[in-house]
């Protein structure tokens, strides 16, 4: 079946730090491949996607690209903010699971002035 | 994007007793979905909840304990039956379909503490 696969937290860094959180996937058929982040006390919230091979998701200055080769889409941001202190979830929704998505464990980040 | 609502938001249950979670959308979705979330782990798919008819449960689920309901594309509840501490959680609702690449769109959750 579908798996996601996250690289493994806490993650802390500094204000202004470069960010990668690591996702690799293992679908059927070809995927669409999110990445959700939940603030403290809150649902998740759709952050990025990518819906093809080679698509780059961005927002809020934060990157991931979907690569079919390596199976990853991982998440990058240039220079974190306090602001963005959440948990980050990587996500895929394949064509073979009635539409139900699957999602990693969840990265937490914490940014520290 | 769609604007999901839960209420309530949180609330504290006595053992053996039931809650009924609501969700309601701000527009029509294809498909929504029930998840508990456990303090600082991921999603668990309870069900999806499908309009009309029985919900599909996941494995590990029952009807007897999560009754679900869809009487309509916008609106769905969850119930949770004969609580026990075990169910203290977070109950997440969510809601696709919308621009049909499988993105979901969730509600702030219902943290339930069972006593």
């Not at chain 2, 609501?22 to 991921?42: A, E, H, K, N």
């Not at chain 2, 996941?58 to 916008?74: A, M, Q, W, Y």
């Amino acid at each position: 079946g579908d798996s996601v696969t996250q690289m493994e937290g806490p993650v802390t860094l500094s204000e202004e730090a470069f960010l990668t959180i690591n996702c690799t996937y293992t679908a059927t058929g070809y995927p669409s491949l999110f990445w959700y982040v939940q603030y403290p006390g809150e649902g998740l919230q759709l952050l990025l996607k990518a819906t093809k091979a080679d698509d780059k998701g961005s927002n809020k200055g934060f990157e991931a690209t979907y690569r079919k080769e390596t199976t990853s889409f991982h998440l990058e941001k240039g220079s974190v903010q306090v602001s963005d202190s959440a948990v980050y979830f990587c996500a895929l929704s394949g064509s073979t699971n009635a539409g139900k998505s699957t999602f990693g464990d969840g990265t937490t980040l914490t940014v520290k002035p | 994007s769609a604007v999901i609502s839960q209420k309530p938001s949180r609330d504290i249950c006595q053992r053996g007793t039931s809650l009924t979670i609501q969700c309601q959308v701000d527009s029509q979705v294809t498909m929504m979905f029930w998840y508990r979330q456990q303090p600082g782990q991921s999603l668990t798919l309870i069900a999806t909840a499908n309009q009309g008819s029985e919900a599909t449960y996941e494995s590990g689920f029952v009807i007897d304990k999560f009754p679900i309901s869809r009487p309509n594309l916008t609106f769905s509840t969850l119930t949770v039956s004969n609580m026990s501490p075990e169910d203290s959680s977070i109950y997440l609702c969510s809601g696709s379909g919308l621009a049909g690449h499988g993105e979901q769109f969730f509600g702030p959750g219902t943290r339930l503490t069972v006593l």
